[in-house]
Every structure is written in structure tokens, then in C-alpha cells.
């Protein structure tokens, strides 16, 4: 049990999800129907919406994240209408991995943002720690209450107070393949992870290879995980290794490693190679799928792949999803998010907030593709695709129940440092998928050290 970390209070039980339907649905939808552009509106109340902001002529503001590509461009349209909305002027700053770290180091310097994105319950724990965090005023909180589930909001709360408004979710538990290579190859989506290994092989017969894996982020890496853990071990036992009740030395995680290992043990089934796969990027991981010829049949992260699928191939005909596989009883499904946390206390931040936590912000950015929003009033229509809307809804159907990064969870140390903890021992597990003993070792060694921290 750690010492002085301290997680925030609330919901994590998995996702009810009909596995079923959702799996129809994800594999035979069609492409980019219901798209539209982001409109704009030059008032403080929006067409359609009772949502009302101030007016903050000449104010200017500061949002940091750590977004590129398309996420930050997307993004950018959503801030611009709250300038339109309001005459304030903001500015997006880009951060670095961790955030947390860049924070402090603009506190440090007497300039932090106004607003920063994090994606960490427990990063916005430990700046409220460290008395950077400011809370939400009762405002933000009343749209907040309008717009999400209470585990939604709950995520954001430390000690009963509001500090997160969390704008983007994400469903981490899906695989998404070319459609052409699973043709080719005879190969059928599979639901368990016996039926998994037999499509991957089925794949490599055919001559595509199976997987590709970018591990050269890490953070891909410890999703891979946690939805093993999750579906074998169950949320009882993710919840107590969330918080390091049991080590990670525990055979239920011996277990989730040899399972992993089933797949990241077999070379010819990882595109390039296991050293190669280190050295990859995320986003070249999944681009290398969607090229002609693939170098890889299926990628897996979560509903934000689609950000980037190569536009030579249409998602829900080219470039196709199914649920991660069911390793135990249940498949898994594990979320994760952004929330906008306040470091510069301000009406124009709270305002900028308030306008993040309301439906109108979330609409634009849900058009533009690559993006979940957990606002429940969202009209599902404005996502671009049926991949996209479906993927959406099974986020808002679960309603309070559902299961958080479990990595995004524990002291930022471990499970979101680049190169370090978490991110590095699956890195050289990737690399040597045999040493399951030597990986608990150092997973426990690096998770003992920042609990403590």
C-alpha cells in the first residue's frame, strides 16, 4: 500500500459493454457519413444551448497540453470558439511528457498556464498537492453536473473537491485491422484470446505479419497490459495493483506476463521484429498498417486511432475495430482521459472550463474525428463515422461504471515517466518477451520506490 500517494476517490468497475453487438457493429459499419464542420457562433449563448459565458474582451489566456498532429489542430477550433464566444484570446501551449513535470517547472519560473490538460487522476492529485491545482467554482461545477455521470466527475474530485473537468475520454481497449489483409487471409475477428492467437496465426500463414507494436512511446505498452490484467485477473485485483495493495510480483501479474507473452514471444508475429518494435513510434505503428502492402494486419490502442489512419483508407471499410479479446470471463474494457485543471485562478479560466465541460466545445471537436468526449449530452450524430458513434455510446452507456488507465492511476514516477518505470520495463520486455520473472522484478522494484516517493 503506498504511503503518502493518495488516489482520488472514485468509480472504478469495468465497463459494461454487449460485446456482441458492439463487435457487429465496429466490423460492418460503413465510412465518413454525418460529417460537418464546427459552426461559429460569435455570442456568450450558443444556438441550441443555455450555456452562458462572460464577456472578457482584451483577456488572454494560457492552455497547456501535450497534443501534436491533428489533436492539437482539432483543438485549436474548439479554443477559437470560445474566442469568438467571449473576445478572450488564448493561446495553446505545447507541453512535454510528463506534464506534471513541465508544470512545475513553470511554477518554478512564477509563469504556469491559466489551464493544463492532464492525464493523470493521480497527476491532478499531486498538484493539488502541491497547492498548484485550483479548484472549480460552483459554476463550472453546475455544468459539470449537467453534462456527466458522477464517476466522470468524480475523477476530477480530490478529498470531495472539484479540480478536473475532464473533456476527453478514450475506450483503450480495441484492436483495429485492415480489412483487406483479414480478406485475404480468411481470417475472422476474433473474441477470445485463444481465438486471438489463432487469427494472428492465420494472418502470418497468409504472409501479412499480425501485430504492430509501437513501443518506443512505452505508454502503448502498459494498455496492452492492463486489458490482459483486467479480463484474467478481474477488477478486484486491478484495483489493489492500481494502488500497490498487492506487488507486482504477484502471480496473478506472472499470469497477465506469460498470456502477453504468448503473442510479444512469437517474432514473426511482431511487424519488424521485437528490437524494432521498441525503436517505433505510436502513431507510425498504426500508419504502417493502413500502407499498401501493410507491414502489419492489426494495430491496438484505443478510439484515438483513428487521428492517424492514413486518409488513403476510409475507416469502418478500409480500416476496421473489434473489442480487445476476452482473455478470462469478461473482455475488457479500460478508459482514460484528459481533464483541464486550473494552475492560474481567474473568471477567464474558470470560463474556459465551463465552456470545456459543456456539450458546444465537445460537438466541435467530435466532428472533426480521432475524438471521445464522456459528456453525455452530446448528440452522437456529430461523430463523424459509425465507428466513432458506436465507440462513443458504449463509453456513455456505462454510465458510472467503468475502469481508469490503470497506469494513469499510480504516481507518475511509475507509470508515466518515458524511459523510466512502468514505460521502461515493458520496453525491455517487449524486447525480451522470456524474462517474465526479471520484468516483475523490476516493475515492483521501480513501483515500490515511487509509491513511497
Known sequence: MRSTFRTPTFRRAAVAVAIGSLTLALTSCGGDDDSGKPSGNTTSKSSGSDLQLPKL?????????????????????????????TGAKVTFVPAQDPIINFIGSKVAGGAPPDVAMLPQPGAIKQAVDKKWAKPLDQSVQDELAKNYSQGWQDLGK???KSYGSYYKAANKSLIWYNAQSFEDAAAKVPKTWKEFLATSQALSDSGVTPMSIGGADGWPLTDW????YLSQAGPEKYDQLAKHEIKWTDPSVTKALTTLAQLWGKSDFVAGGNKAAVQLEFTKSVEQVFTDPPKGAMVYEGDFVQVNVPKTAKVGTDAKVFPFPAVGDQPPVVSGGDAAVIFKDSPAAQALVKFLASPDAATIQAKLGGYLSPNKNVDLSAYPNEVQRTIAKAVIDAGDDFRFDMSDQTPQAFGGTPGKGEWKALQDFLTNPKDVAGTQKALEAEAAKAYKD
Open 225 to 228: 497490459f492492463e486489458n490482459i
Open 57 to 85: 474582451d482584451g483577456k488572454s489566456l494560457q492552455i497547456a497540453a501535450v497534443w501534436s498532429g491533428d489533436e492539437q489542430k482539432n483543438f485549436k477550433q474548439v479554443l477559437a470558439e470560445f474566442e469568438k464566444r
Open 158 to 160: 480530490v478529498d470531495g
